[in-house]
């Protein structure tokens, strides 16, 4: 007997919530004893969410519907897990498909847990395209496929969630959240698996600043930092970035500027010059892998000049605002 699960899906009732809830009713195997939708607008309006229902069928006796505020995943999950009775928890983000046994195979995920397990990662695939190379967004969306505890598609013990204070409902994107619950789950004590159900993360639509926005994830690593100590990189197993490089090259550019309004012009030349080197190695680490469009070069090229400036601010704000950040079972208590 494979033990009973819920399933929480925090959502902002996307598009995409009607295919991820088809491919959780189409699936084979046991079915979720309880559904919850975590509707994590700040304005919820029925329409579109109760075209996303329509489809759940049988499972819509079983299904849920409870609002968060428009306070971030984190909190949503938090809002979820506390409408649950289930012994364990599958998170789902809204723009997922599971695979057409994923039931059947959570279900012996679970089975094969050992009584100190508290979280079973599931396996994400992300589809590319396969008539050209990818573009800068589709490659970082497939790096998800790699993401350690990944909660697009992440089963938690729910004793272990409660025993952390659950999810820190400071980080307010959809970035880094999972790493924290994971590593204060380690922490105290439990392990986290690899499971062997298959969940497919499409990559979705987005404008050419996306990786603009992205930057302000920056700010959730300096709180990482200061709660888990500055080598929670090496304990998450997630990649560096270009932060160190990003702020080389801000400075750079601030030093040009300072400079040549105080009359230093050749010092000025000499940092400006490693800034637009710094600036054209990073556009074309970003250019060659790609489809390398005119949209794609000209949205590279743009996008890198200013990513470096925004990457530091958001990481220097980070740290001032989350230098006195307690522990978030602090925060809970």
Same mark, same amino acid.
């Given at each position: 007997m494979s033990p009973s699960y819920a399933v929480v899906i925090p959502t902002l009732v996307r598009d995409t919530l009607a295919d991820c809830l088809g491919a959780l009713v189409a699936a084979t195997g046991p079915k979720p004893a309880e559904i919850v939708l975590v509707d994590d607008r700040p304005d919820p309006g029925p329409g579109p969410l109760e075209h996303a229902l329509s489809v759940l069928g049988d499972l819509r006796e079983r299904t849920s519907v409870v609002a968060s505020g428009g306070r971030g995943p984190a909190a949503?999950?938090?809002?979820?897990?506390?409408?649950?009775?289930?012994?364990w928890v599958a998170f789902l983000d809204d723009d997922v498909q599971v695979g057409p046994h994923w039931c059947e195979q959570l279900?012996?995920?679970?089975?094969d847990a050992s009584p100190d397990t508290g979280g079973v990662q599931g396996v994400i695939a992300v589809p590319l395209p396969g008539e050209r190379r990818p573009t800068d967004w589709e490659r970082g969306t497939a790096g998800l496929?790699? !993401?350690?505890?990944?909660?697009a598609d992440m089963a938690f013990r729910a004793d272990a969630l409660k025993q952390v204070g659950g999810f820190d409902e400071r980080f307010r994107r959809a970035f880094r959240e999972d790493a924290d619950i994971a590593l204060r789950v380690l922490d105290a004590g439990w392990r986290i698996q690899q499971g062997r159900r298959t969940t497919r993360h499409p990559v979705r639509p987005a404008d050419r600043w996306v990786s603009l926005r992205a930057q302000r994830g920056n700010a959730d690593d300096a709180l990482m930092r200061y709660l888990h100590g500055p080598d929670w990189w090496e304990r998450a197993g997630a990649p560096r970035g270009r932060l160190r490089t990003h702020l080389a090259v801000t400075a750079a550019g601030a !030093?040009?500027?300072a400079l040549a309004v105080t009359g230093h012009g050749r010092a000025a030349a000499t940092a400006a010059l490693g800034w637009a080197a710094g600036t054209a190695e990073f556009a074309w680490a970003r250019i060659a892998p790609g489809p390398r469009t005119r949209h794609e070069v000209t949205t590279m090229l743009a996008t890198s000049a200013l990513i470096p400036p925004a990457a530091t601010w958001h990481w220097l704000s980070g740290l001032q605002r989350h230098r006195n950040a307690p522990a978030w079972q602090e925060v809970a208590s």
């Open positions: 949503a999950r938090n809002t979820g897990l506390r409408a649950v009775a289930a012994p279900a012996q995920d679970l089975a496929a790699q !993401a350690r505890w990944i909660t !030093a040009a500027c």
